[in-house]
């Protein structure tokens, strides 16, 4: 069975951080893009960061360059989205997604070409 779960959302300060893990199962995630998304409810699913199969292949909403990090580990089939400097504005459920990519093929935010979708992870920045 193909899955993806996040974690590591929770109640942070404002200024603070968050690292957020998507665990792959079922699937080798070497083949597969993978993105960050974001919602709050009553507005739209946002992308936030993307990381293609190269690991040096990322990207970013404008409203996180700089504070956030995604990173890769294969071999533990896991990808991260490292959250600095948190605001209050980012305060949302952060969903992970993957898709098969040939090699060098730079990921997109566009969540409609994401196959497979976490369940989601709240994050909640506030004082």
């Known amino acids: 069975q193909l899955q993806l779960v996040e974690s590591g959302g929770g109640l942070v300060q404002p200024g603070g951080s968050l690292r957020l893990s998507c665990a792959a199962s079922g699937f080798i995630l070497d083949y597969y893009a993978i993105g960050w998304f974001r919602q709050v409810p009553g507005k739209e699913r946002e992308g936030v960061s993307c990381i293609s199969r190269s690991p040096r292949s990322t990207n970013y909403a404008e409203f996180v360059k700089g504070r956030f990090t995604i990173s890769r580990d294969n071999a533990k089939s896991t990808v991260y989205l490292q959250m600095n400097s948190l605001k209050p504005e980012d305060t949302a459920i952060y969903y992970c997604?993957?898709?098969?990519?040939?090699?060098?093929?730079?990921?997109?935010?566009?969540?409609?070409?994401?196959?497979?979708w976490g369940q989601g992870t709240q994050v909640t920045v506030s004082s």
């Open positions: 997604a993957a898709v098969p990519i040939v090699l060098f093929k730079p990921c997109v935010f566009a969540s409609r070409e994401y196959d497979l």
